[in-house]
């Protein structure tokens, strides 16, 4: 049984898909649990409701284009709570674009929200994480920053982004007792793949070529995220971590 009882953790895009995935399993796991969440009001006002109880829960808005709501709400986050021991960098977007139609804004978009998000929010927790001389940051990344992905050349090289930036501190920090890894999904089923999956020909093509003849739920993520955030992962620093069925064999 993992336990996080007295830790606590913020995770960035909390409020679906993932994100929820992982704010409901850290609070089981009895973790106090801050969330950003900025298109999912409702959800996220449902989730504290839920999940309050023997574990201390809140949102906090935050819109991942501004490193200025960035630097307060981890600033608001330290007041609420008094540290930061885990940090789940999973807010993130993914748009589809071919690269000579794509514009400047749109790449300078997604590497904002998903590769300099994650930064800031990283760079802001640091110093607490270095003071109780403990830290745990778990990084979302994808198959997708691993590999490539046609027509998600500017999601791509955010997630490959992401996956260096974790391997990097890992080696710097970790004297500070913080490690730093990353899980890389595969395809998952949330609201951000559910214009894709609408098509079932199309959904059932891509079942059928996982190993595993399964595609992800946001729970099948949450759950290596969990351990990852564990004192099982004690000796685990830098670690890209493949979460796919079986879809993307890379070390």
């Not at 992982?22 to 649990?33: I, K, L, S, T």
């Not at 595609?215 to 000796?235: C, H, K, N, Q, R």
Request: glycine share 10%.
């Amino acid at each position: 049984m993992i336990d996080l009882e007295s830790k606590i953790a913020l995770i960035t895009g909390g409020s679906k898909g993932i994100g929820e995935a992982c704010v409901r399993m850290f609070c089981n796991a009895g973790a106090d649990v801050a969330f950003t969440y900025y298109s999912g009001k409702k959800n996220s006002e449902k989730l504290v409701n839920e999940l309050s109880g023997d574990t201390k829960i809140k949102a906090y808005n935050v819109d991942m284009n501004r490193p200025e709501e960035i630097e307060s709400s981890v600033e608001r986050i330290i007041h609420d709570f008094g540290r930061v021991d885990i940090l789940v960098n999973n807010a993130g977007i993914w748009k589809h674009g071919k690269v000579e139609l794509l514009s400047l804004d749109k790449w300078e978009e997604t590497i904002r929200v998903n590769l300099t998000g994650t930064f800031l929010f990283t760079k802001a927790v640091i110093p607490s994480m270095k003071k109780n001389k403990f830290g745990r940051i778990i990084n979302i990344a994808s198959t997708a920053g691993q590999r490539g992905e046609p027509f998600y050349s500017h999601y791509a090289s955010s997630k490959g982004g992401i996956i260096s930036f974790t391997k990097s501190l890992a080696a710097e920090l970790g004297g500070f007792n913080i490690t730093v890894n990353c899980v890389a999904p595969g395809w998952v089923i949330t609201e951000m793949t559910e214009g894709v999956f609408s098509n079932e020909e199309y959904k059932e093509k891509v079942r059928n070529e996982m190993p595993v003849r399964k595609i992800a739920g946001p729970e099948d993520i949450a759950g290596p995220v969990l351990f990852l955030a564990s004192g099982l992962a004690d000796y685990i620093d830098g670690e890209i971590l493949n979460v796919n069925g079986g879809s993307v064999l890379c070390g």
